[in-house]
């Protein structure tokens, strides 16, 4: 059974909200990839249009736009996604990263509202928690 953690920002609040998807409303997000977008009524979100942004595995592997497969891949990075050097300016560093494609190895899926639907997020998401 596939179980993702979904991280929504709402940009007209500016805060984020958590949502547990499983089942057959997870599996309709194995697949995709960053950029794509996908349909609220699967995060129990009617009306509303959601672009991927990010996420990652398990393990805490970030996943990476440019990298077009589901699985790790050792990259030699500068100052980006998943590296941040603190010794000096052009510093690079291999760093193992996941790739752009959702697959059931991923744990947490960032994403951003692009189309709000009829009703508040917080008001959506609030009912469902309760």
């Given at each position: 059974?596939v ?5 929504v ?7 984020s ?5 499983s089942?057959?409303h ?12 996908v349909d609220?009524m ?12 990010g ?8 996943m990476?736009?440019e990298?077009h497969?589901?699985a790790?891949?050792?990259l030699?990075?500068a100052d980006s ?5 603190t010794?000096?300016g052009?510093?690079?560093r ?17 994403a ?7 009703k ?6 609030a009912a469902?928690?309760?």
């Amino acid at each position: 059974m596939v179980e993702f953690k979904v991280v929504v920002n709402d940009p007209r609040d500016g805060k984020s909200y958590q949502v547990t998807v499983s089942g057959q409303h997870a599996n309709v997000l194995v697949r995709k990839k960053i950029g794509d977008e996908v349909d609220g009524m699967f995060l129990g979100l009617p009306g509303y249009r959601l672009k991927i942004t990010g996420g990652s595995d398990r393990d805490g592997f970030p996943m990476r736009p440019e990298v077009h497969t589901a699985a790790r891949k050792d990259l030699l990075v500068a100052d980006s996604i998943g590296f941040r050097p603190t010794a000096y300016g052009g510093q690079r560093r291999k760093r193992t990263m996941r790739g752009n494609e959702i697959s059931p190895e991923i744990a947490q899926i960032n994403a951003k509202v692009t189309t709000p639907g009829p009703k508040p997020v917080s008001e959506l998401l609030a009912a469902k928690a309760a």
